[in-house]
């Protein structure tokens, strides 16, 4: 067995005091909403891909790194995506969702149209990486994907771009429009794109820190 290699650990050091930078990353994230409504003006390719190196950086498990960030910007492709996704939508709605998600879907005014897959210029198609191309194995997917897709959307949303989770149910049609091999699976489709002015989003609160966090201290 090959002897791990180490090299000395670089951290970032925040130009101010720890605790301002983190805080303004805070609010920063706290304004990051989903939206669903685009302006149709166009997003520059370099900032998707400083975004995409920055979920990149991920931590995987035994750095397997099992993403994949396919990106649409082709109206082609994009509108082949829509017609597949709201599809499967109209199923969702019509058929397989059970009354109590559709109640609980209500606030949020969702509903089988998906016009902001053609309005966003760019759509981000992520992939979850089942297996390596020589065979190899990836470890805790689920987990690391979901990681890189979280550091995704805060830099989108550094660049001042608006996004949207999507996750029509199920996705198989996306390896198939976008041409994957069985060793991806769909995970999730993010819109990207520069927030319509106005634009309208769902009065919704978050739960407080007390909420959601619990602090163990001697």
């Known amino acids: 067995m090959t002897s791990p290699v180490?090299?000395?650990?670089?951290p970032y050091v925040p130009p101010g005091k720890p605790g301002e930078a983190v805080a303004a990353f805070a609010e920063r994230c706290v304004l990051r909403r989903t939206v669903r409504e685009f302006d149709t003006r166009p997003v520059d390719r370099s900032l998707i891909e400083s975004a995409l190196r920055a979920a990149g950086s991920a931590p995987s498990g035994a750095n397997k790194q099992p993403w994949r960030f396919i990106c649409v910007g082709s109206p082609t492709l994009k509108h082949k995506i829509r017609m597949a996704a709201e599809e499967e939508e109209r199923r969702f709605y019509n058929e397989r969702a059970p009354k109590r998600w559709l109640d609980d879907l209500i606030p949020f005014g969702t509903n089988a149209d998906k016009s902001f897959l053609e309005d966003a210029p760019w759509l981000i198609a992520v992939f979850a990486v089942t297996r390596e191309e020589d065979g190899g194995q990836t470890y805790y997917i689920n987990e690391s994907v979901g990681i890189a897709v979280g550091i995704l959307l805060a830099a989108l949303n550094e660049a001042g771009l608006a996004t949207l989770t999507h996750t029509p149910s199920p996705m198989r049609f996306l390896r198939e429009v976008l041409d994957r091999p069985e060793t991806e699976r769909p995970y999730l489709l993010i819109p990207v794109g520069w927030p319509k002015s106005p634009c309208m989003v769902?009065?919704?609160?978050?739960?407080?820190?007390?909420?959601?966090?619990?602090?163990?201290e001697d």
Not at 6 to 10: A, E, T
């Open 6 to 10: 180490f090299r000395r650990h670089q």
């Open 202 to 216: 769902p009065d919704i609160t978050r739960k407080s820190l007390q909420e959601i966090a619990v602090f163990h």
